[in-house]
């Protein structure tokens, strides 16, 4: 598009003059995660910025292919790499690239927490140098009206870096952590509910409640625990992390989750507290939706999920105490889960994968596939054959990932030990004959009655469980194996390794204990029994009767594992939970102090996108921190986000590779210790 005014600013369709004001900001405007937002491009050859009619989701390469250098569709889509070098990395390109989105609130510029304001960001893998920044906002802000604020948000870590250098006199900046903090509303599984809105203003207020939580019932709290039973809906009035145990399992549980700061308020407003409501979650949406209803199904409880959950019978072969390197993925049914996939994780870090490349073979239309950008990232030339990807893959991994040493108990040994009490035993058969009385259809949840019996019974099986003494030969295999593979570890942690968990539509999240801080024989004995008591715990019971796993179907593996000495941890998921239909960004979870600060719900983690594709990492909460990380962490955790796509491969269930994983993870200097991988349900 050529014009004879060389400083001109132009839309299809055009804009009145040449400046953007808020009315023809929203009329232009599309909607992206609640935040209306305008496509810009500066033609630095022409002189000529263009805003873009967004609503339609026009791409800035479509529009700059198409539109403006008068490319057919075909012809953009057979070089979109090559075109994308151009207008993202090039450092003399022709063409700017940005977004302006709306806020209200906060703006760096201009200090007044109602005030409306515009930020312009480039994308994230957009490699523009610090003067490109400088002159791209400089040329926008000279098109936007006046009175109209205007401040610079980086796209990743690098333009963070760059802005840090220049005087924010001169360029007004705002940072993505900052923009998430101030969100009213963040979405964390999408869907529908039809159940009665449980109010509670505090934890202290909700354990203080004499009236359990239902099936039926929609919680809403500051930050939902944990330990909470299964629901039909979630409002997390405070900032939590999709990462969170109950996050997690209310994706499995298929559930509407959502962050609402301000929703009491409203709730309180609408006088909807205690009443029945239809609820939804939009992954797109401005703000969760609350309207009254009437009571569901025969004025008792909405209708439960039909699934039944499927578990793979426990194998109680006689199986000795066995180190974690010789375990494999199909050991879940003799060891569990969690055990089985840190004893594959330990011999891929040995002896690579023949799947390394999975993800990056797939095609991604018009792509044939991604290899060229895994080339790029593992520091090789584009045109890198497959072999030399597969060993500069394994080399990473090689040098900067490690699973901690460790031992796993089987099935078998739990066995041994309930048989070797006719106590134990006998508080099991009762309530095993409990669990299978008036049992109906799995989801639905047992009458309150009926569950304060179970939760009796389990709280009498767990008593036995920690009290009975170890057989003395299950005792010295235990203490055997310590000595020959823990030799010289002062401190360990003992896991949980269970068959009924990590199960599609069951992930079991946080149900089962882990003991950390362990020390010593003994200590190490009587955190293996209260491993064992967690299979029994009342939640943990009544969740899998909800979900149909008959109670003789469970079994618990132990393992005990070095514990690390972490200077920071966190969890990873090989997919964006806020964004279904990003393949590029691996998103982290961090604590500087553990893990469990990360998955407990209780604190606020940093949390980042790492993008896996073109490179790149980009702070979207700093959580509780202070500050944000240090470079070199920050360069460490960008190699992890890519190991854990190369690890996703290898874990895929089909050849389509797409499947996410849960990564638990712990930074000891230059290497990350990887504590746990399970799949992971993405938020639908």
């Given at each position: 598009m050529t014009r004879s005014d060389r400083n001109d600013a132009t839309t299809r369709p055009r804009l009145q003059g040449n400046t953007l004001a808020l009315q023809e900001f929203s009329r232009l405007a599309g909607l992206v995660g609640g935040y209306p937002y305008v496509k810009i491009v500066l033609d630095r050859e022409e002189s000529l910025l263009h805003f873009i009619d967004s609503a339609a989701g026009t791409l800035h390469v479509q529009y700059v292919g198409c539109e403006i250098l008068g490319m057919s569709m075909e012809e953009l889509a057979c070089g979109l790499d090559s075109f994308n070098d151009d207008v993202y990395r090039n450092p003399d390109r022709r063409f700017f690239l940005g977004t302006l989105a709306r806020h209200t609130g906060g703006a760096a510029e201009t200090g007044h927490a109602d005030e409306v304001f515009l930020s312009l960001e480039t994308v994230d893998v957009d490699t523009m140098s610090q003067e490109m920044l400088r002159s791209f906002y400089h040329r926008v802000r000279e098109h936007i009206d006046p009175s109209l604020p205007l401040v610079l948000k980086p796209a990743n870590h690098e333009q963070e870096g760059y802005l840090a250098r220049i005087p924010e006199?001169?360029?007004?900046?705002?940072?993505?952590?900052?923009?998430?903090?101030?969100?009213?509303?963040?979405?964390?599984?999408?869907?529908?509910?039809?159940?009665?809105?449980?109010?509670?203003?505090?934890?202290?207020?909700?354990?203080?409640?004499?009236?359990?939580?239902?099936?039926?019932?929609?919680?809403?709290?500051?930050?939902?625990?944990?330990?909470?039973?299964?629901?039909?809906?979630?409002?997390?009035?405070?900032?939590?992390?999709?990462?969170?145990?109950?996050?997690?399992?209310?994706?499995?549980?298929?559930?509407?989750?959502?962050?609402?700061?301000?929703?009491?308020?409203?709730?309180?407003?609408?006088?909807?507290?205690?009443?029945?409501?239809?609820?939804?979650?939009?992954?797109?949406?401005?703000?969760?939706?609350?309207?009254?209803?009437?009571?569901?199904?025969?004025?008792?409880?909405?209708?439960?999920?039909?699934?039944?959950?499927?578990?793979?019978?426990?194998?109680?072969?006689?199986?000795p105490v066995t180190p974690l390197s010789d375990l494999r993925a199909g050991d879940h049914v003799r060891f569990g889960t969690k055990a089985a996939n840190l004893g594959e994780l330990t011999h891929l870090l040995q002896h690579g994968s023949p799947r390394w490349l999975g993800f990056y073979r797939v095609p991604r239309p018009p792509r044939d596939n991604l290899l060229r950008y895994l080339a790029r990232q593992l520091g090789l030339p584009e045109d890198a054959d497959e072999a030399e990807l597969a060993a500069a893959a394994q080399h990473l991994v090689k040098e900067h990932a490690h699973v901690p040493r460790g031992i796993v108990l089987p099935f078998s040994l739990q066995q041994r030990f309930v048989d070797s009490s006719a106590e134990l035993r006998g508080a099991l058969d009762r309530l095993d004959s409990e669990l299978r009385q008036g049992t109906s259809s799995p989801g639905e949840a047992p009458s309150r009655d009926r569950a304060a019996r179970i939760g009796e019974l389990c709280r009498e099986a767990q008593r036995l469980v920690r009290s009975t003494p170890l057989p003395g030969p299950v005792r010295t295999e235990i203490t055997r194996a310590l000595d020959l593979h823990l030799y010289g570890v002062p401190v360990q942690v003992v896991r949980s390794s269970s068959n009924a968990e990590d199960l599609p539509g069951f992930s079991a999240a946080g149900l089962y204990e882990s003991v950390a801080d362990v020390s010593g024989p003994d200590a190490v004995l009587d955190a293996v029994r209260e491993v064992w008591a967690s299979l029994l715990s009342p939640r943990a019971v009544l969740l899998r009767l909800q979900a149909g796993i008959p109670l003789d179907d469970c079994r618990m593996g132990v393992i005990v594992q070095e514990q690390v000495g972490a200077t920071v941890g966190g969890v990873l998921v090989t997919c964006n939970p806020l964004s279904p239909q990003d393949f590029r960004d691996v998103y982290l979870n961090i604590s500087p102090r553990s893990v469990t600060d990360v998955v407990s719900g209780r604190g606020a983690p940093l949390q980042y996108l790492c993008n896996t594709m073109e490179g790149g990492s980009r702070t979207v909460s700093l959580g509780t921190a202070a500050t944000d990380l240090d470079a070199g962490t920050k360069e460490l955790l960008r190699k992890l986000a890519l190991i854990s796509r190369l690890l996703q491969a290898h874990f895929s269930p089909d050849e389509t590779y797409g499947a996410p994983v849960d990564i638990e993870w712990a930074v000891e200097g230059d290497r990350v210790g990887l504590l746990q991988l399970r799949p992971f349900r993405a938020a639908g």
């Open positions: 006199t001169e360029i007004p900046r705002v940072l993505s952590h900052e923009l998430y903090s101030t969100a009213s509303f963040v979405p964390l599984n999408a869907g529908a509910a039809h159940g009665r809105l449980r109010v509670f203003r505090s934890e202290e207020e909700y354990r203080a409640d004499p009236e359990p939580l239902d099936f039926q019932d929609i919680v809403v709290m500051p930050r939902v625990p944990e330990d909470i039973p299964r629901v039909s809906g979630i409002i997390h009035t405070e900032h939590t992390t999709p990462l969170s145990h109950i996050n997690v399992m209310a994706a499995g549980w298929r559930i509407p989750n959502a962050v609402g700061v301000g929703a009491v308020d409203r709730i309180d407003r609408a006088g909807l507290a205690g009443r029945w409501v239809h609820y939804r979650v939009d992954a797109d949406g401005e703000d969760l939706l609350l309207e009254a209803a009437e009571p569901g199904t025969g004025g008792v409880r909405p209708e439960p999920p039909a699934e039944r959950i499927t578990v793979d019978r426990p194998d109680l072969t006689p199986t």
